[in-house]
Nanobody, 122 residues
Framework: QVQLVESGGGLVQAGGSLRLSCAAS????????MGWFRQAPGKEREFVAA????????YYADSVKGRFTISRENAKNTMALQMNSLKPEDTAVYFC???????????????WGQGTQVTVSS
């Protein structure tokens, strides 16, 4: 079992930045690839970014490429998502998730945090 807790969400103006964090506890954090997903009202949960177990490989949705950066610190059992140049369409609840290997399909992830709200005003 892995427990995940997100933090860092909030309200920001368009063009601003936020940094989300995901703290993990339980089984060895470095055993898991990690992902960020988001879900806006009335929409399906969608892939944002993912990172391999050792952090050597990162993956991004086209909609956030060049604006968001995913990272992890296995020694601290944490993962982060630096979000720059935010747009109103980035407004959603953001979730971190864990699974054994990388995937961009939310249904394949085994463990989820409770989510943190990000609101970008125009």
């Amino acid at each position: 079992q892995v427990q995940l807790v997100e933090s860092g969400g909030g309200l920001v103006q368009a063009g601003g930045s936020l940094r989300l964090s995901c703290a993990a506890s339980g089984r060895t954090f470095s055993m898991y690839a990690m992902g960020w997903f988001r879900q806006a009202p009335g929409k399906e949960r969608e892939f944002v970014a993912a990172i391999s177990r050792n952090g050597g490989n990162t993956y991004y949705a086209d909609s956030v490429k060049g604006r968001f950066t995913i990272s992890r610190e296995n020694a601290k059992n944490t993962m982060a998502l630096q979000m720059n140049s935010l747009k109103p369409e980035d407004t959603a609840v953001y979730f971190c998730a864990a699974r054994y290997t990388y995937d961009d399909r939310p249904t394949t992830y085994d463990y989820w945090g409770q989510g943190t709200q990000v609101t970008v005003s125009s």
